[in-house]
């Protein structure tokens, strides 16, 4: 077998990771081969959801929400499959566009979830012949994987896929699971329409996924040579539970069984090596729910194939991982949204719940709670392709409608190994700031930035990620504009920003909990040509009163003036010198700073990516606070209060 290009597709640039690795192996620890193959339950034992002909079962499953669900699937009935053509493949080579191949794809993806659930809901076979064409429609297909994933997993220099061979990404792993689930409930139904048609599926899942993981190594993702300079992000859980799933409802063999199984623990454990013990998600919280929640998935299949006697639930790092996203909600729908995460994230609070009761956390069962209440108009059982999921929150439904909503109000919260602080106050001021360094999963060049919200309101914003192309997993990924640390809350040193790379990192970073007192030295992620020696920021927030950032440096030469730049989400008013505010929906944000020292810039950014445009419409601004005079040693102080 060739070596592959593993990183064509993740940060080629950001291969090594500055992540404080721990040979931990909680779950290779946990069982060893032995105890694992007596304790599997085979012949699909552990599945506690209804039989297809228990019709009793499915109707108390799926009550409530029966109708709803039967609805969706005769949308479906008439659906005309789409054809994935080659050039839809070829076009991420082209133009780097992802759409083009993704859309057709997700839209037969979408139409055979659908059928699969009205069947299993309705029980009368009236979905089946559309589900056999679709499983046909599936098995013909050379992949299931993205068009953005193939090329740098294939010795092919293409994102059209070999016919040779079987790659496992996220599109193929979830497509493996959804029809291993899909053959383990209607195998007789599809029967009854030609046996070849289960047959060929059983045949694919095989061939493309089981096989392909037990036969090879280097999948990037796998991370089986992991050290400490490995990135390790959450394609890892998000493929291994898949995975798992396959050979769960599938595999009835014992000693095949448990050598799979096992293959995916050693796996897995790479993941959990990979994370701070602080628990901080460094690809950000709307990665949450495909990161630690994908763990939380690997982790409850696993415990439920075993009678629970396979779980490291008890283990304080699994629980740190999971209360993360309870805590890094700020309110009214806003997520803290470092790195390539989204300010209006959604969160799955099926998974959120259900982890929270498995780690024994009040805080994410009531954050859950909060959801729901939150988002009362969106379905809250439907996880698309991913059946595992959307029956686990039929099946705890109940339970979470009589959990007491509640979300964190911490007045400060720190992640001291990722360096990551959250801090409130009494007067509705949030503020979230980072250190850490830019070779983090889903980097962008932003140590020592921050966020600040009033009222939930947003005012010192991250613009966040836009839609994915080639170029953002490339060697130009720091060439896209909201990438860079000049479009972030920081300093552009002697007109230098910061550089992309494990080694630019901050410095001495602490919090100071009673104080709510952040700093950090960030001069180490500038390159050299920036000439500075030492750059200390701190963020204190006042208990009933305002944040003040507080940058003071030390410089070997001046070249270029020093620019403090600050995104905002409204226009920024000037309305005098060393003042400027800030207003969203009647909260205002008052800027206070030495016009003798700094004067005032305001530029106009265009939104035209359709991803951006969801969050923050067609425009947001850049406050540029730009040094009058050069020094080698000064300091500036802005002042954020509401007034």
């Given at each position: 077998m060739l070596p592959?290009?593993?990183?064509?597709?993740?940060?080629?640039?950001?291969?090594?990771?500055?992540?404080?690795?721990?040979?931990?192996?909680?779950?290779?620890?946990?069982?060893?081969?032995?105890?694992?193959?007596?304790?599997?339950?085979?012949?699909?034992?552990?599945?506690a959801y209804p039989k297809y002909s228990d019709r009793k079962g499915w109707d108390a499953l799926t009550v409530g929400v029966k109708d709803e669900i039967i609805k969706k699937g005769e949308a479906a009935l008439n659906f005309e499959w789409k054809v994935v053509k080659a050039t839809d493949y070829l076009e991420f080579d082209l133009s780097g566009s992802r759409k083009i191949m993704e859309d057709p794809y997700r839209a037969?993806?979408?139409?055979?979830?659908?059928?699969?659930?009205?069947?299993?809901?309705?029980?009368?076979?009236?979905?089946?012949?559309?589900?056999?064409?679709?499983?046909?429609?599936?098995?013909?297909?050379?992949?299931?994987?993205l068009s953005a994933h193939i090329k740098g997993a294939q010795p092919e220099s293409t994102s059209l896929p070999s016919y040779k061979e079987n790659i496992i990404d996220l599109g193929s792993s979830d497509m493996g699971a959804f029809f291993a689930w899909t053959y383990f409930f209607l195998k007789d139904e599809l029967d009854k329409v030609q046996p070849m048609i289960s047959e060929r599926l059983r045949a694919n899942i095989q061939t493309r996924i089981m096989d392909s993981y037990l036969n090879r190594s280097d999948f990037w993702w796998q991370a089986f040579n992991a050290g400490p300079?490995?990135?390790?992000?959450?394609?890892?859980?998000?493929?291994?539970?898949?995975?798992?799933?396959?050979?769960?409802?599938?595999?009835?063999?014992?000693?095949?069984?448990?050598?799979?199984?096992?293959?995916?623990?050693?796996?897995?454990?790479?993941?959990?090596?990979?994370?701070?013990?602080?628990?901080?998600?460094?690809?950000?919280?709307?990665?949450?729910?495909?990161?630690?929640?994908?763990?939380?998935?690997?982790?409850?299949?696993?415990?439920?194939?075993?009678?629970?006697?396979?779980?490291?639930?008890n283990q304080p790092l699994i629980r740190n991982m999971g209360e993360y996203i309870a805590k890094s909600y700020i309110g009214n729908g806003w997520m803290v949204n470092f790195a390539d995460a989204w300010a209006k994230a959604k969160v799955e609070k099926g998974v959120v719940f259900r982890y929270g009761k498995a780690v024994n956390s009040l805080e994410m069962q009531q954050f859950a709670s909060y959801l729901y209440e939150f988002d009362k108009n969106e379905s809250y059982f439907d996880a698309g392709r991913d059946l595992f999921r959307t029956f686990e929150n039929l099946t705890s439904h109940n339970e979470l409608l009589q959990t007491k909503p509640s979300v964190s109000d911490a007045p400060a919260t720190w992640y001291p190994e990722t360096e990551v602080c959250y801090m409130r106050n009494k007067v509705g001021i949030f503020v979230a700031a980072k250190g850490g360094n830019n070779a983090e999963s889903h980097n962008h060049n932003d140590v020592g930035s921050f966020l600040l919200y009033v009222d939930y309101k947003p005012m010192i914003i991250d613009a966040g990620v836009g839609v994915y192309t080639r170029q953002t997993f490339s060697s130009e990924r720091y060439n896209i504009w909201n990438m860079q640390s000049n479009y972030h809350n920081l300093p552009l040193v002697n007109g230098v920003a910061q550089s992309d790379g494990a080694k630019f990192r901050s410095r001495n970073a602490t919090f100071d909990t009673k104080k709510s007192l952040f700093s950090l030295d960030i001069a180490n992620t500038y390159s050299k040509e920036a000439a500075v020696n030492e750059w200390h920021r701190t963020f204190q927030l006042q208990p009933k009163g305002g944040l003040l950032v507080q940058d003071a440096f030390k410089m070997s030469k001046?070249?270029?003036?020093?620019?403090?730049?600050?995104?905002?989400?409204?226009?920024?008013?000037?309305?005098?010198?060393?003042?400027?505010?800030?207003?969203?929906?009647?909260?205002?944000?008052?800027?206070?700073?030495?016009?003798?020292?700094?004067?005032?810039?305001?530029?106009?950014?265009?939104?035209?990516?359709?991803s951006l445009l969801s969050v923050w419409g067609e425009t947001i601004y850049r406050l540029t606070l730009k040094a009058k005079k050069m020094k080698l040693v000064d300091n500036y102080s802005v002042q954020f209060s509401r007034f």
């Open positions: 592959r290009i593993i990183f064509a597709f993740l940060f080629a640039i950001n291969i090594f990771a500055a992540n404080a690795f721990e040979k931990r192996d909680l779950l290779e620890k946990n069982v060893d081969m032995a105890k694992l193959k007596s304790s599997l339950l085979i012949n699909q034992q552990w599945v037969n993806i979408n139409a055979i979830s659908d059928l699969v659930l009205a069947e299993l809901a309705e029980g009368k076979g009236r979905f089946t012949n559309q589900i056999a064409n679709g499983i046909w429609y599936f098995c013909e297909m050379t992949s299931w994987s300079t490995t990135m390790v992000n959450n394609w890892n859980p998000w493929c291994n539970s898949s995975v798992l799933m396959c050979f769960l409802l599938l595999e009835n063999d014992p000693e095949k069984l448990a050598a799979a199984v096992y293959r995916t623990m050693v796996s897995t454990d790479k993941f959990i090596n990979y994370y701070n013990n602080d628990g901080a998600c460094e690809e950000g919280p709307s990665y949450w729910s495909h990161a630690p929640g994908k763990l939380y998935d690997y982790l409850q299949l696993l415990s439920y194939a075993t009678a629970g006697k396979v779980t490291i639930f001046t070249k270029s003036p020093n620019q403090l730049n600050y995104l905002t989400w409204s226009k920024p008013d000037i309305l005098e010198k060393g003042v400027i505010t800030l207003e969203k929906d009647g909260s205002k944000l008052k800027i206070s700073y030495n016009p003798n020292q700094l004067e005032a810039v305001v530029e106009t950014i265009h939104i035209t990516d359709r």
